[in-house]
């Protein structure tokens, strides 16, 4: 029997809510995060790696698989491929003018995003949230942060247990009158910042239909498909009255930390006796493509 990825749950979810823009957000959550084969043209070297590009109506497309065995299918030949990150995979071609193709013609799941898309999800990806400059003058309870937006940081906060000690969130307002949603880490392990950043800039993006549109992408195998609206490079988008995600990290020991979490709502981290830091999305492995901070190039 062939089997059904997650990748596959998603896009069938997408499918049959077009007009749902959280089935479509969910869908690119999901190839963000899976692990996926990218088709080359030749052994990855020292120097970058050179994806096998399709012509499509003028339109270049490099082609990802979420199993090897569909790989296999398509190729029916030994290829050189790599494994990366879905992210990864996006970072990589943003900027060139080349689309994605997805499991094109081995699975439901078959579907092409469009260059523009590529790039409009790496943007959102980069920088869907604000590093925090200055401390808070003032600390509220955050009862208007969105609902989604609050599961979508517990669901990627779960996932970075042993990172980090605390997470709370709280609305605050700065010297300047401005006001924002603070998710306040505490006590973070030296050198998780990066990965933790990119958790909650996924879980920004993937958590704001209500944000400017992306471009569409291409006609998929199941028909016309689009990025969605998600996010926006320089704000959280739909987080409230507070207006923005701000993202701070603090020291337990800081005073502040207590008036945070007094006000803010905890965001529980998993145990991470139970998750393992190689079992991890929000720790990539270390092989070539899997790290978010050392994408692979193109050659």
Known sequence: MTETTPLDIAHAAMQANETDPRARLKFYQRLAESELFLLLEKEAGADGVSPELFPLEGVPYALVFDREERLADFARRTVAHLALSGRAAIGLLAGEGIGLGVNPGVAASSILIAPDAVDWLASALAGAVHEA??????????????????????????????????????????????????????????GAEGAIRQAVSEAVVFAAPDSPDSPDSADSAGGTDGAGGAGNADSAGGTGAAGSLDLAFFCGEDGIVRHIERAGIRIALADPARNAPENREAQQPAGPGMDPARPPRIR
């Not at 808070?136 to 779960?158: G, N, Q, R, S």
């Not at 307002?173 to 401005?178: C, D, L, M, Q, R």
């Open 133 to 190: 400059r200055e401390r808070p003058l003032e600390i509220a309870p955050a009862f208007d942060l969105p609902e989604p937006l609050l599961a979508a940081l517990a669901e990627k906060l779960a996932l970075a247990g042993g990172l980090a000690r605390a997470a709370w969130v709280a609305n605050v307002t700065y010297a300047n009158g401005t006001r924002a949603t603070l998710l306040a880490i505490v006590d973070a392990r030296p």
